[in-house]
Nanobody, 126 residues
Framework: QVQLVESGGGLVQAGGSLRLSCVAS????????MGWFRQAPGKEREFVAT????????SYANFVKGRFTISRDNPKNTVTLQMNSLKPEDTAVYYC???????????????????WGQGTQVTVSS
């Protein structure tokens, strides 16, 4: 059974930082594209960042470029999202997701992902 477990969310002031982690089990982690999505209250879930199996290729939503960094540690089955210069509009539930390897996948679309975590709340106060 595949499990993705996020951690690291919390309450932070604007301008602060948080580091989210997602530990995967039940899958060959090194083969999967990993992504972070978020959903703010009353809004659709949206793409944040993705990283391909090797870690050599990453992609970010425009609204987080230069502030967030995605990375992965394949031996530890872990993907991390370092979030700096946080803004109140970054407040959301953040989800980790895993997509099977495919040369046609961009990693930016929800439908590409088979497995999802339960989410971790990030709240940024002004």
């Amino acid at each position: 059974q595949v499990q993705l477990v996020e951690s690291g969310g919390g309450l932070v002031q604007a301008g602060g930082s948080l580091r989210l982690s997602c530990v995967a089990s039940g899958l060959t982690f090194s083969m999967f594209t990993m992504g972070w999505f978020r959903q703010a209250p009353g809004k659709e879930r949206e793409f944040v960042a993705t990283i391909k199996w090797s870690g050599a290729s990453t992609s970010y939503a425009n609204f987080v470029k230069g502030r967030f960094t995605i990375s992965r540690d394949n031996p530890k089955n872990t993907v991390t999202l370092q979030m700096n210069s946080l803004k109140p509009e970054d407040t959301a539930v953040y989800y980790c997701a895993a997509a099977p390897p495919s040369s046609s996948y961009s990693g930016t679309q929800e439908y590409e992902y088979n497995f999802w975590g339960q989410g971790t709340q990030v709240t940024v106060s002004s």
